[in-house]
């Protein structure tokens, strides 16, 4: 129950000049003893609704949890019965402090809440020492017969610890573990048992963390999943909520909304992603050495990017690099160059959108503009994260922590550098197909020189997404995002398309959003149709 430290110690013990904590060791001791009270403060609820040996053994674990110093012989004391000495003057001066403290305390607790009932100044002095003086005997009795009563209720103890030892130990819980050199030397030769803490009063069996370590493995990826798709669902619920709370309002603007607008918008972010993606993502591969066919470095590359709405990261690159095998690219260099496209392509949403941000200060008064202005400074730092070495260490120490070997590939800052700048120009375009969208008349009405507000708010959205791990291609968490920069960095003249009702632009800002999911969803569909349909044979040879 107590971490160990890397020299082999109990981490509980002070720090030598051969014991040194480490941060798991400080966050191990700082989470045990709040589980630990949870669990104390718990027990008595647990105790009066759970039958059997009620809250006990959970007030128990508790207390084995938290630190404190002297725990371990005050818990054997109290929990092998042993009586108070009534005849040691500690328990005398206590009674007789208790008896002067509390009857003071008692008294101004009632001036106070009965003045208006009872007139206490009305009483003369005599009477008010009379007074005291009851209280502090009745007080000084009270704490004697509490302090006598403590006995009989270690006796209980007692009688209760040696009816629920064997059964805590049945379920692999040993209480007060014993302290014997013999204990110690029978489980130096059992790795499975390790020998107890001297200072710990309770012992888990290792089958507990066994059983734990096996539950969390099989339960963590439906939790991360569990809880993207909760995100996902109330994205959607509060969406739609707002929608049909101001559909009057928003009915002839969601009408008016053009579908040619919509496929035209989709076909150029269609064009995108071929060019600015899927392309960049083949020029990698030529830069590791293997140059792919167009058609089928694009099928490869739209089909992982499709499997990014299941449920679970890992189908996307599991996915490219089951597909690219058969061109000869082996699993270290498919996954390093996905990580290559993803890191230019996030740093170019990232540099692009703190460059935008100048644009956000549509409704903002003037001295929030200057907190956008210096974020917007720090954008020309993220190119230094493009230099190869910087890139590459990085790179091999993520592959170092998974047990992979380091990549070894001299990249050419060139190359880099036309990539980060090729990107950044496909987001303007991609900007461009969204002004196509947020640019008609009867909606938002935006003017071709506020594209800089659209490409930053899609961007910084975009960056969202996709640090969302738990949300499949980052669902509910862009859109939430996307729709707060818009609100409020939106000139003014858009909220008059709307007659002054901030709720009604946001309702609408809302069901863009949506649309914009669906424009994506469009767009790489027709990436993925047009790549299979003119790699349609290579496709089914590899089937």
């Known amino acids: 129950m107590v971490p160990v430290s890397p020299q082999g110690g109990p981490a509980g013990q002070r720090p030598g000049p051969s014991v040194r904590w480490a941060f798991e060791d400080y966050f191990w001791f700082i989470l045990k003893n709040i589980i630990g009270w949870v669990l104390i403060i718990a027990a008595w ?249 167009v058609a089928a470095s694009t099928r490869i590359w739209s089909t992982s990017e499709l499997a990014r709405y299941l449920p679970g990261a890992i189908w996307q690159v599991l996915g490219r690099v089951y597909l690219v095998r058969k061109y000869g690219v082996d699993a270290a260099t498919s996954s390093t160059s996905q990580v290559l496209e993803l890191t230019i392509f996030l740093l170019a949403n990232l540099f692009t959108g703190l460059v935008c941000l100048p644009w956000f200060g549509g409704r903002m008064d003037a001295d929030a503009r200057w907190y956008l202005y210096l974020a917007a400074g720090i954008a020309p730092l993220l190119l230094l994260l493009l230099h190869p070495k910087i890139f590459l260490g990085v790179i091999n120490r993520v592959l170092k922590w998974v047990g992979k070997p380091p990549f070894d590939l001299r990249l050419q800052k060139r190359l880099l550098a036309k990539l980060m700048a090729w990107s950044m120009l496909g987001l303007a375009w991609q900007g461009l197909a969204l002004w196509v969208l947020m640019s008609q008349p009867d909606t938002l009405g935006l003017k071709l020189s506020q594209l800089p507000l659209i490409i930053g708010a899609y961007c910084l959205a975009w960056c969202a997404g996709f640090l969302a791990v738990t949300n499949p291609a980052g669902f509910g968490v862009r859109e939430a995002v996307l729709v707060t920069l818009l609100r409020f960095s939106l000139p003014p003249s858009t909220l008059e398309h709307f007659g002054g009702d901030e709720r009604a632009l946001k309702a609408f800002l809302m069901f863009l959003g949506l649309l914009l999911r669906l424009w994506t969803i469009i767009g790489e569909l027709m990436v993925a149709g047009l790549a299979y349909a003119l790699d349609y044979r290579a496709w089914k040879s590899e089937s």
């Open 45 to 293: 609820p647990v105790g009066l609704l759970v039958p059997g040996p009620g809250g006990l053994p959970l007030f128990l674990i508790g207390f084995a949890l938290i630190t404190f110093p002297g725990k371990r012989k005050l818990t054997a004391r109290v929990l092998r019965g042993r009586p108070l000495n009534m005849a040691w003057k500690g328990y005398r001066w206590i009674a007789i402090l208790f008896g002067l403290v509390f009857p003071a305390i008692a008294l101004a607790i009632l001036i106070w809440q009965f003045h208006t009932d009872l007139d206490f100044h009305s009483f003369t002095t005599p009477q008010r020492v009379l007074i005291y003086i009851v209280f502090a005997l009745i007080s000084w009795l009270a704490a004697r017969i509490m302090l006598r009563s403590a006995n009989g209720i270690l006796h209980l103890i007692a009688r209760t610890r040696r009816k629920i030892r064997p059964w805590m130990r049945r379920k692999g819980i040993d209480l007060l573990p014993p302290r014997r050199r013999k204990r110690l030397r029978q489980a130096r030769h059992a790795p499975a048992s390790p020998p107890p803490d001297p200072d710990e009063i309770i012992q888990i069996h290792p089958r507990h963390f066994q059983r734990m370590s096996r539950i969390w493995k099989r339960a963590k990826p439906w939790l991360r999943n569990g809880i993207g798709l909760a995100i996902m669902v109330l994205v959607v619920i509060w969406f739609t909520r707002r929608i049909e709370g101001h559909w009057e309002a928003i009915d002839d603007k969601i009408r008016s909304t053009s579908l040619i607008r919509i496929l035209i918008a989709s076909a150029m972010f269609a064009l995108f992603l071929f060019l600015f993606r899927a392309i960049s993502w083949r020029r990698i591969l030529i830069g590791f050495g293997h140059r792919l066919p």
